[in-house]
């Protein structure tokens, strides 16, 4: 610690310091437990574990825990020093246990217990920290889940720290990939459960989503977890929800293909008019420097001309190289940049929208979007340049209103043509602009590759290939267009959720990472978890580099790769750091020139990928490695390594994030190791063309540096780390919107796994199902008769028409009429049936008695288990299907508002108005829907034949009913027809199929059904 900090010690450092005591305490404690014998040490816990899962109250609970704390921690400790010398099996290799917790990792337990962020260092030893409270935590039997990023360090967590919780008699699971529900089940009934967040996720999503029946739910709960490597999970990860998918019911993919050759024309045709652009250009930049060294006349003009010029071409071909070269250039990226600026100024954009029309389209390459231009439109449709443009349909609707059609059967079809023309417009516009995107943003090798025919994204962050993820909105079938690969069905939603409203599930949330601090803000913000920095246990003596800045991506790793050579020669071990996997295979390349023996890793299989960083340490190793690959395995330091300076970090390239790079650099100098790192930039990495001040390009001007010539500067750092900082608040606004768009929806789904679980849990849905047709037997009262209209003037027809359609009563209208003149009695205040007139409430009694009677009548002929499940499936199917295209809603939603945003109004209040109502009306659909399904659904077709042919006669026979024709063959068909349906409905059911992923698994793809078996052995078959 400095003095500076002594003298004035943070609010961090004064919270530290409270916790010293109960180090203290725990220490203390400690020592009087070496005698205890190991079977003192089991019988404590299981004393605890029975007081402990006794207890309900979560306040009572939290004040025990905190209780026992200091002895807990102090049994842990007892036994990790009793572990001491012993080999444990961890991913099948023997590991020597050589761990007693440092006084850091008990602030750090404590820091976990109390639901903080511990930022520690990496290389602390994190993974033992957790051990702590992660074992007084699941004394309570609820359950406590450990996070990690991926299967492999889960697995080998479990294993490891295993030892530790088994020593003194808790069980420990883990969730993997490919394990079955009922393996799943078993690990989360284990006391303490490891695993990644998706499989935690999707869990969630299947259990409640998903299963039809209780014992298919695999979760018990969400009482605490401690997340691992907490930033990349909470942060990077929540960038993206998770889905589970299965084919789109409403698609348009065909249009990609259809308007392909379209776009490819387009492309080309924009890019002919960027090179007339540049071409321009380059010959005013001659003008700009003639080479008399004569004076311009107008130099100014002349030089916003030019970047007027290259903002064009930015703008229509973003990726063009002739650009890139012209911007190596620091004198021709200040002229676009402040030509760029200009344009931005006036308020309302004349300047900007007129220089956008000399292209085709125009990109933005920002928020990634693409626009046709109205050039663009007349190219493509030279006759109908209006075919690309969306007409304001409200207004079109009310003039065919206000119009001189009087019939209203015309009048709704002509507007019913509107709505459609309008919509297949909507859609070309979409796929056009989509198309746009994937050839101008989305490059091949970088963003996506194509292997075996198909599109497969990259992640950004990882370098990872991330197979049967799929862009939304149509984006991957632009994509697939694009590379003339199959282009796969749009798939839907079935089952949503974000990162972050899974992880506000648990009651507790703790988490661990050595890079928190400059997201503090956000874990408070969306997590209302508080950061507390550990000390580190000896000193960080690593050194760290000021970066050094180049013009060019060519000069930075030709600087790169000598910088490699010279330290390799004197024997030290070099970590390369890349921020995609190009860049790996392209440094790859230049070493093997070189003649440099090296490992490339680039996050694709994690064990292998482990084994290779944990020998990163080794004298003269060297590795490539992307940002994510490795993060959470140890890296120790070979023989004679620390004399010659221990592992020297080397990054490629500043990441849009600090907290990555920071990252980077902890892979050296763990636990006092000695260390150094450096990074690499040029002026042509993403970071510094998109969001890197004009300082730099000026500074660069101004030096008038060499060929291969580097910038270095500690002023320069501050003005990358202000680069990254605004890319980071950028993206941080992102997230949140995302957050404020899916707490709309999360408040839905809320609503909609309570309904399903209390159908899952019940084992008697029967009093639940009359409830919702009563209900909905109301809604249709209100909908077609009047409280304050005498029953004679009432519309008693369409109402029985929905009785018959719906139920097998042949209920005659004036049996209706009849029941509602005998009405006398107001219904009870702020029952259910309040607000109904006498007269509703004797015809709601009427109508609900007899469909309560033909169902006693339906249930005397099935079996009652039988039954049973087929009402429970009735209702889930039910709120399933419903759900599932509620959900496609949504999205839509969520896109049109996006496209209405232009105008003055909230798009997010918008959307919250719109969403609730369409809620509103999926609630009433749901119930509506059972009321269709009941009598259609029977446990085997005699049952329902048997039932059909003692239902009251008239039923067979009147015309408005669903139940069949006039003659018993026509009602016999029917009845199988149903019955098959709801047979079908019942089987799948039993057979626990609740993931339906569709064609986008692959025939050796594990199954989706979690059977463990292949897909095409499974239910591929
Ligand atoms: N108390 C201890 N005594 C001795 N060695 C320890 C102790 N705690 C941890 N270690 C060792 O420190 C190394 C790093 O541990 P670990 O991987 O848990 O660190 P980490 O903080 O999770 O790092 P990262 O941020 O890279 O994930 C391991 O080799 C581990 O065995
Ligand atoms: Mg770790």
Redo the contacts with the bound molecule.
């Keep these: 610690m400095n003095f500076f900090r002594k003298i004035f010690p943070t609010k961090n450092d004064r919270d530290v310091k409270k916790i010293r005591p109960v180090v203290a305490k725990i220490n203390e404690l400690e020592a009087g437990l070496q005698t205890r014998s190991d079977d003192d040490l089991r019988a404590k816990t299981a004393a605890w574990k029975a007081e402990l899962s006794q207890i309900e109250d979560n306040a009572e609970l939290a004040r025990k825990l905190d209780e026992i704390l200091p002895e807990a921690f102090a049994v842990v400790k007892t036994v990790?020093r009793r572990l001491c010398g012993q080999d444990i099996t961890v991913r099948e290799r023997p590991?020597r246990w050589?761990?007693?917790?440092?006084d850091v990792?008990l602030i750090g337990g404590y820091a976990l217990h109390h639901g903080h962020i511990a930022e520690?260092?990496?290389?602390?030893?994190?993974?033992?920290?957790s051990t702590m409270p992660v074992y007084l935590n699941a004394l309570t039997g609820r359950g406590v889940h450990v996070v990690t990023v991926n299967d492999y360090l889960a697995a080998r967590d479990a294993e490891w720290m295993g030892a530790v919780y088994k020593f003194l008699g808790l069980t420990v699971g883990v969730i993997l990939h490919d394990q079955p529900p009922r393996v799943r089940r078993e690990q989360y009934y284990c006391d303490i459960t490891y695993g990644t967040n998706s499989e935690f996720g999707f869990d969630y999503l299947r259990d409640n989503g998903m299963a039809l029946r209780k014992e298919e739910q695999v979760q018990r709960g969400h009482y605490f977890a401690v997340v691992?490597?907490v930033d990349s999970i909470l942060i990077d990860e929540a960038r993206t929800p998770l889905i589970i998918s299965g084919p789109a019911v409403h698609t348009f993919d065909e249009q990609y293909a259809q308007w392909k050759p379209t776009v490819d024309g387009l492309v080309r045709a924009q890019q002919q008019l960027c090179n007339r652009f540049l071409k321009e250009a380059e010959e005013l930049i001659k003008k700009l420097h003639p080479t008399d060294g004569a004076n311009v006349k107008d130099a100014e003009a002349l030089e916003h001309q030019i970047g007027l010029l290259l903002f064009r071409v930015k703008t229509g071909q973003p990726r063009s190289e002739g650009l890139m070269k012209l911007l190596e250039v620091p004198e021709n990226a200040g002229m676009m940049n402040r030509a760029e600026l200009e344009l931005h100024k006036d308020q309302k954009k004349v300047d900007l929208y007129r220089e956008k029309e000399e292209l085709l389209f125009a990109m933005d390459e920002k928020s990634h979007e693409a626009d046709l231009t109205e050039k663009g439109r007349s190219y493509i449709s030279p006759k109908d340049p209006d075919a690309f443009v969306l007409p304001d349909l409200t207004t079109l609707l009310h003039d065919v209103d206000a119009g001189p059609e009087t019939d209203a059967r015309k009048r709704l079809e002509a507007k019913a043509k509107l709505q459609s023309d309008f919509e297949s417009k909507a859609q070309k516009i979409h796929a056009i602009s989509q198309l746009l995107k994937a050839y101008s943003l989305y490059q091949l090798d970088v963003e996506y590759v194509v292997q075996e025919n198909k599109v497969i994204i990259v992640d950004q962050h990882t370098g990872r290939l991330m197979p049967g993820r799929r862009w939304s909105d149509g984006l991957h079938q632009a994509v697939e267009a694009k590379e003339g690969v199959a282009i796969e069905r749009e798939t839907q939603t079935l089952a949503t959720i974000t990162i972050q409203n899974y992880f506000r599930l648990y009651t507790k949330l703790a988490g661990?990472?050595?890079t928190a601090e400059t997201e503090a803000s956000e874990f408070f913000d969306i997590y209302k978890l508080g950061v507390m920095t550990i000390p580190t246990?000896k000193p960080n003596i690593r050194k760290d580099a000021d970066d050094s800045v180049y013009k060019t991506r060519r000069e930075k790793f030709n600087a790169v790769v000598s910088e490699i050579k010279e330290l390799h020669a004197q024997g030290r071990p070099i970590l390369v750091g890349t921020v995609s996997v190009e860049t790996s295979e392209m440094l790859s390349r230049m070493l093997k020139k070189e003649g440099l023996i090296h490992s490339v890793l680039n996050a694709k299989y994690h064990q292998q990928e482990a084994e290779i960083v944990a020998r990163a340490g080794q004298r003269g190793a060297i590795t490539i490695a992307t940002n994510m690959a490795g993060?959470?395995?140890?890296?120790?330091l070979g023989e004679g390594v620390p004399t010659v300076g221990g592992l020297h970090v080397l990054g490629t390239e500043r990441h849009e994030s600090r907290r990555i790079d920071r990252?980077l650099r902890?892979?050296c100098s763990?636990?006092g190791d000695p260390g150094s790192s450096h990074f690499f930039i040029s002026l042509e990495d993403d970071l510094m063309r998109l969001f890197g001040s004009d300082r730099i390009v000026k500074l660069m001007e101004r030096m008038g540096l060499e060929e291969g010539e580097e910038l270095k500067h500690g002023l320069l750092n501050r003005s990358i780390q202000q680069a990254q900082k605004r890319v980071e608040g950028h993206n941080f606004q992102q997230r949140k919107r995302t957050l404020e768009y899916d707490d709309v929806m999360n408040k839905q789904r809320e609503v909609i796994y309570g309904f399903r679980n209390e159908i899952i849990n019940s084992d008697d849905v029967r009093d639940r199902l009359m409830d919702i047709i009563e209900e909905v037997v109301i809604l249709k009262i209100e909908e077609f008769t009047s409280a304050d209209a005498e029953p004679a003037e009432w519309r008693v027809r369409p109402l029985a028409d929905w009785v018959n359609l719906n139920f097998p009563l042949g209920m005659p209208e004036s049996e209706i009429a009849k029941a509602a003149v005998s009405g006398k009695e107001a219904p009870v205040k702020d029952s259910i049936y309040d607000g109904l007139s006498p007269a509703q409430f004797a015809v709601c009694n009427f109508i609900s008695d007899s469909i309560r009677k033909a169902y006693e009548l339906k249930v005397s002929f099935e079996e009652p288990d039988k039954l049973a499940t087929v009402e429970r499936y009735t209702i889930l199917q039910a709120i399933d299907k419903l759900w599932q295209e509620h959900l496609y809603e949504m999205d839509s939603l969520r896109h049109s508002i996006g496209l209405r945003a232009h105008g003055q109004r909230d798009p997010l209040l918008e959307y919250k108005a719109e969403a609730f109502k369409i809620f509103d009306e999926l609630m009433v659909n749901v119930k509506t829907e059972i009321c269709h399904n009941v009598f259609r659904s029977a446990s085997s077709l005699m049952a329902f034949e048997n039932f059909l042919r003692n239902a009251p006669q008239q039923t067979l026979h009147h015309n408005t009913s669903a139940f069949g024709g006039t003659s018993t063959g026509t009602g016999q068909a029917k009845a199988s027809d149903v019955v098959s349906e709801a047979a079908n409905a019942a089987e799948a059911a039993a057979k626990a199929k609740p993931v339906r992923t569709g064609p986008k698994v692959g025939r050796n793809d594990p199954c989706p059904c979690g059977s463990g078996k292949k897909y095409k052995q499974c239910c591929g078959k």
Aim: with cysteine.
């Design positions: 990790c590991l050589e761990m007693v917790p440092f990792q520690m260092a990496t290389g602390e030893g994190k993974t033992l920290v691992d490597e661990m990472t050595g246990n993060r959470g395995t140890d890296i120790k990252q902890g892979r763990r636990q």
